[in-house]
């Protein structure tokens, strides 16, 4: 009975090339995806949808919800990052790339001459951490590090200006420390040197889907089109005035 529940969940996710609709299951996490949907991500996709002609929507639910729906299969497409999944989910999956994520460690500068030194010197560290991350836990335990998991991102930055945590896993891409916290803490914090790791903001499509292959090419072409276009043009303006990252921009050329 479970089994045919989820079966229905799954063709209820499913896309239709045909009709030209598609969910996308995905989380909140601003300022990418926000509540009231206005994040950056949010505001690409609505933008995407109506510049290709699809009806494309974001569908979400808890973090950890939304990350092992589309690994178990119940989910057949996702919007996220990549440093989400393991190698063997991501062999099995048809990636359209939106941009790049570089992911880095946060830390408060009271603390800067016991925490700006090599990773491998600490000890008895406390580290903050999406819940759901793979590869941020890979990285938490290589280095030996106390995994604290939050379940947003305010919430971690309470948790570091408290002295819960020692550094909390972040990326700087939008200088989005400034959307969450007021001017006095920002004032606090700084990245440490070291680059946690590589990711990749995309839309998934596990290829086991109902026609996976011919979705993705269909997808991908439309997504090359719209980040080359006028009307996203408009959207990193708006976002980032005459600053657009390189994170972004190479995949507009």
Not at 40 to 54: A, N, T
């Amino acid at each position: 009975m479970i089994k045919k529940l989820f079966s229905i969940f799954a063709i209820l996710l499913s896309f239709s090339i045909s009709a030209n609709q598609i969910d996308l299951s995905s989380f909140n996490y601003p300022p990418f995806l926000q509540p009231d949907n206005q994040g950056f991500v949010d505001k690409l996709i609505k933008g995407f949808s109506k510049h290709s002609s699809l009806d494309i929507k974001v569908v979400k639910f808890p973090a950890k919800r939304s990350i092992n729906s589309y690994k178990n299969g119940t989910s057949f497409y996702h919007l996220g990052a990549d440093d989400n999944f393991s190698k063997e989910t991501l062999n099995n999956t048809y990636k359209i790339t939106l941009f790049d994520l570089n992911v880095r460690l946060l830390f408060l500068k009271k603390n800067e001459n016991h925490l700006h030194k090599d990773l491998e010197k600490l000890q008895n560290i406390k580290i903050g951490i999406l819940r759901g991350s793979l590869k941020e836990e890979e990285f938490a335990k290589k280095h030996g590090f106390e995994i604290t998991s939050y379940i947003d991102s305010e919430n971690a930055f309470n948790l570091l200006l408290r002295g819960r945590i020692d550094f909390i896993i972040f990326s700087p891409l939008f200088n989005s420390v400034k959307d969450i916290v007021d001017k006095k803490n920002f004032d606090k914090l700084a990245y440490h040197r070291k680059l946690v790791h590589h990711a990749e903001a995309a839309i998934f499509i596990n290829k086991t889907s109902p026609n996976a292959k011919e979705v993705y090419k269909t997808l991908n072409k439309k997504m090359t089109q719209f980040l080359k276009s006028k009307d996203y043009q408009k959207l990193l303006h708006e976002t980032f005035q005459s600053d657009t990252p390189e994170e972004i921009t190479k995949y507009t050329l």
